[in-house]
C-alpha cells in the first residue's frame, strides 16, 4: 500500500506498531510498515508528510521490496486501486482531477 496521507489517528497494519525503515522513492519519503493481514504479508509506505500531488512509478515501490525486504521477484501487480479508507471524522473528501495507469 502507499499512503500519501494518514489522518484521525489511522495507522498500517503493522507486527510491531514501528516503522521497519524510512525510504525515499522520487523526491517523496516514506515510512514502512510490514505485518500480517491473515495469510498475506503487507508493506505499507506511508508519507513522512502529506502528498497532495502524486505521480510515480510503482515499480520504484516494488524494486525497492525486492531489493531490500525479501519481496520474491517473481510477484505480479494484478490488481491497482485509489481511494480513501474511513476511519474517523466527519466531512471527508477526496478530490481526483486525473487518474491514469500504465503497465509496460
Do not use: R
Not at 520504484?60 to 480513501?84: H, W
Amino acid at each position: 500500500m502507499i499512503w500519501l496521507a494518514a489522518y484521525g489517528g489511522a495507522g498500517p497494519i503493522s507486527s510491531t506498531g514501528k516503522a521497519i525503515a524510512t525510504v525515499t522513492i522520487g523526491s517523496n519519503s516514506f515510512k514502512l510498515y510490514k505485518g500480517p493481514n491473515g495469510s498475506t504479508t503487507v508493506f505499507s509506505f506511508v508519507a513522512t508528510k502529506t502528498i497532495t500531488n502524486f505521480s510515480a512509478d510503482l515499480q520504484k515501490f516494488l524494486t525497492y521490496l525486492v531489493k531490500n525486504q525479501g519481496l520474491p521477484s517473481n510477484q505480479y501487480l494484478i490488481t491497482l486501486e485509489a481511494g480513501t479508507e474511513p476511519f474517523v471524522g466527519t466531512n471527508a473528501k477526496m478530490t481526483v482531477s486525473s487518474f491514469s495507469a500504465a503497465v509496460n
